[in-house]
Structures are given as structure tokens and as C-alpha cells.
């Protein structure tokens, strides 16, 4: 069973704080050393001092985080709301010239250990869950919601949107650095609330982003309860804050990652291309904007992958998809014909000799031009380029109870992180 309830958000006080989006920053797992920079001087109180706080020689930057996330509260820059509220998130976006909104609300979702309604899809690695614990466990707060989908067979966000937001005025707006309108309103009357509970009762949970932290939001409610096991299972670290969004809804949008994949300056780059005809009709094109285009056609009715080396971007379409059955053995048939799956044990592992999560040869970036331009400056590097994920494939997948591998889906736009923060109440 899938249970949530409504939480009271600690939020940037706006008489304090005019411009919210000098204080907002993206989830930390896409922030670069770059960008961390660049938010640590945007302003003080910017909320990468608490979410991502920089390696200082004899400081620890958890306790100082979790100092920062007290002292913000006792000096009003952030303030809590006085009752229980459901909160609805709106994202307006372009995407290719095309107008998007994706809607959905910001609840609290409660972990229970190995809930048959919850599906992950992506893999985890141990350094990021044990970074993202050390937080939680000073901070004392869900700092940001990970997202979660379901089918709204119910329409609850549709009547949401339609009943009761329409007819209000966001209490946050802010436009983000992407040109991304951010709103927030507050849904607290407690039949509404209750409506909205009980109608997600019954409801499969899908994770799109944010396994880390889930998991991490697990341990340390597995932790709390054998430390104060007559608590109540009701206590705030047994739920986590999430994101939920309509899986049907044409406002959700997945974009694929790519890989820039550094190989050995010996290698002989003709050998590659024998290799890859074995498996692969291979196209030469030498216009960027034709082989997006073709690219994203052939997508859509075969297994095709993209390359890009010596100044020439490549087509590669799969000759026989047979030919992953017998490379992948220990997988579903929705898992091996993923196109992750042919880079990864196709490429990356048969023909390259890579472990296709190996970030020393192997860097991950949602960015093709990005890929493009560090091709073009370093012999050593091939960039592969991916058609995203459907979401109906992530489904499967999920419900198969496999993973996908890590890197294997971008959802965009990324939730701000700063609008909403659901503090621990500990006694």
C-alpha cells in the first residue's frame, strides 16, 4: 500500500530573502565543481551551503551544514509553515521550441521496508548513499524531494490543478537559471488532503530520480526505529519527501545521457570500426544537425546508437537484436533490449574491454554538444550518443524488479532543490 501525508515545509522567508532564485540551486548530483562555485557566490544563504557544501582542509562540511540549515531557522531566513500542507508543483519549460508544463504535488511518502508498491529502476553506488547519510544524519531534514511517477488513473493532480490551484496565486515563484517558471501553492485543508491520501492508497510508485537518496532516507528510519523503538511509526524519518507526477503525462519528459568514453592512444580506431560491423550496419554522416535527425527517426522503429569521432558522426543499427540474448544472460527480455544495454555489454564491455560503469574511461553527460567539443579536443576520446528511454521500458523494467544501469535516464527539469524542505521533528 502506498501511504502519504502532507508535512509543514520549512521555506525561504521572502521578506527576507526578495529574489528566490539567488538561493535555489539543482539536486546535487548535477552540479559540477563549476557550478558549485559559481552558487557558493551567488549569495550567502544560496542553499548549496547546506546541500552541498565544499571540501574545506579541517573542517567538516556535514556538521557545517547542518549548523548553517539551525541557524538559518533561529535568524528567520527560514521560516516553517504553521499547518500541514500538500504541495503543488508546477514546471513551465521549452523543449526544442515547444512549450511544456509539468504538474505535480510534494507529499511525504512513507518508507517501508520492502513495499511491494515501490519500484526502483536505477542501480546505486555505495560512496554516494554514505555522503547523502552523513547529511541527513547532521541536517535532520529531507533537503530534497526525489521523484517518484504513478499512473493518475484518478486524475488527482488533473482535478487538483483544475478545482483548486487554477484559482490561486502561487506564494513561490521563481524562474530558474534554465528560464524554467517554478510555482508552488499550498493545498492545507484537511479534506482535500484526505481525498488525496486515501485515493493513493492503492497506487504503484515508480522512483525516476533519486534512488540514493531513498535509500538512504531508509537506512536511517531502519536506524531511528532500534534506537527509539517505541517511537511512533508515524515520525517524520519514516517518510520521505517526494515529487509526484502523472507517468502518462505529456509535460514528462526523459532525455537520454550519453557517454564520452576515453580509450588508449595506441588503440587502433580502424579495428573499432571491423569490430563494430560485425554487429552494426555503420552510416557516415557528416552533418550534426542530419544525424539528430536521423538518429531520433530510426529510433523509433529499431535499435540504433549514435558515434562521433574524427570530425564524422555515425549511425549504428543493430543488425540482429538475437544477438543480446545470447551476450546477456542473466536478464529479461525488456532489460536486454534497452539501448543502454547494447552500448553498455555490446561496446563498452565486449568490443572496448570496459566495465561500462568505469568513470576513469567513461563519463556521463546529458550534453551531446558538450560530448562533441571534447571529442574534437582529444584524439583519446569517442563519444556514443543514446535516443532516451520510454517511460513504458522503465516501467517494464521495474516491474520485472531488475535495474537499469546507472546513467540511464535524465528527467527534465531536474525539481528545484530549496523550494521545500521537510524537517525532522525530534524530540
Given at each position: 500500500m502506498t501511504k502519504i501525508k502532507p508535512f509543514r515545509a520549512v521555506i525561504y522567508n521572502q521578506q527576507r530573502i526578495g529574489d528566490l532564485s539567488l538561493v535555489v540551486c539543482p539536486p546535487y548530483d548535477i552540479i559540477s565543481v563549476t557550478k558549485q562555485d559559481y552558487y557558493h557566490s551567488l549569495n550567502p544563504y544560496n542553499f548549496i551551503y547546506i546541500l552541498l557544501g565544499k571540501d574545506i582542509p579541517n573542517e567538516d562540511k556535514y556538521q557545517r551544514a547542518g549548523m548553517y540549515f539551525r541557524d538559518w531557522l533561529k535568524e528567520g531566513i527560514f521560516i516553517q509553515d504553521d499547518r500541514p500542507a500538500i504541495y503543488f508543483y508546477s514546471q513551465r519549460y521549452n523543449l526544442k521550441g515547444e512549450k511544456r508544463t509539468r504538474i505535480g504535488f510534494i507529499a511525504l511518502l512513507h518508507l517501508e521496508e520492502d513495499n511491494p508498491s515501490i519500484f526502483p529502476h536505477e542501480h546505486t553506488h555505495l560512496e554516494p548513499k554514505m555522503d547523502r547519510l552523513r547529511l541527513l544524519e547532521e541536517v535532520k531534514a529531507n533537503l530534497s524531494p526525489i521523484f517518484v511517477l504513478f499512473s493518475d488513473k484518478k486524475r488527482i493532480i488533473q482535478q487538483i490543478n483544475q478545482n483548486y490551484i487554477s484559482k490561486k496565486k502561487p506564494f513561490i515563484s521563481v524562474v530558474d537559471e534554465d528560464k524554467i517558471l517554478n510555482e508552488l501553492w499550498r493545498i492545507d485543508s484537511p479534506e482535500i488532503i484526505e481525498q488525496i491520501c486515501k485515493k493513493m492508497q492503492d497506487t504503484n510508485i515508480f522512483i525516476a530520480d533519486g534512488h540514493h537518496r531513498y535509500e538512504v532516507a531508509s537506512i536511517y528510519s531502519q536506524k531511528m526505529n532500534c534506537l527509539y523503538g517505541s517511537l511512533s511509526k508515524e515520525d517524520d524519518f519514516n517518510y520521505i519527501m517526494s515529487y509526484f507526477t502523472n507517468i502518462e503525462s505529456a509535460g514528462l519528459t526523459i532525455l537520454p545521457i550519453h557517454r564520452l568514453v576515453k580509450i588508449d592512444s595506441n588503440y587502433n580506431i580502424?579495428?573499432?570500426?571491423?569490430?563494430?560491423?560485425?554487429?552494426?550496419?555503420?552510416?557516415?554522416?557528416?552533418?550534426?544537425?542530419?544525424?539528430?535527425?536521423?538518429?531520433?527517426?530510426?529510433?523509433?522503429?529499431?535499435?540504433?546508437?549514435?558515434?562521433?569521432?574524427?570530425?564524422?558522426?555515425?549511425?549504428?543499427?543493430?543488425?540482429?537484436?538475437?544477438?543480446?540474448?545470447?551476450?546477456?544472460?542473466?536478464?529479461?527480455?525488456?532489460?536486454r533490449r534497452l539501448n543502454i544495454s547494447i552500448l553498455n555489454y555490446i561496446i563498452l564491455e565486449n568490443i572496448l574491454g570496459l566495465d561500462h560503469y568505469d568513470q576513469n574511461f567513461i563519463t556521463f553527460s546529458p550534453d551531446a554538444e558538450e560530448i562533441i567539443k571534447k571529442v574534437d579536443s582529444n584524439d583519446s576520446y569517442i563519444g556514443f550518443f543514446l535516443n532516451p528511454v520510454r517511460v513504458e521500458q522503465l516501467i517494464s523494467v521495474a516491474l520485472n524488479k531488475e535495474r537499469m544501469p546507472p546513467k540511464s535516464t535524465y528527467f527534465y527539469p531536474k525539481l528545484l532543490s530549496g523550494l521545500v524542505i521537510n524537517k525532522f521533528n525530534l524530540k
Open positions: 580502424k579495428n573499432l570500426y571491423r569490430k563494430l560491423s560485425d554487429y552494426f550496419e555503420l552510416q557516415p554522416i557528416k552533418d550534426k544537425e542530419r544525424f539528430y535527425f536521423l538518429k531520433e527517426k530510426a529510433g523509433r522503429n529499431e535499435h540504433v546508437l549514435g558515434m562521433y569521432r574524427d570530425k564524422t558522426f555515425w549511425l549504428l543499427r543493430l543488425k540482429n537484436v538475437k544477438i543480446l540474448d545470447k551476450i546477456i544472460l542473466d536478464k529479461s527480455l525488456e532489460y
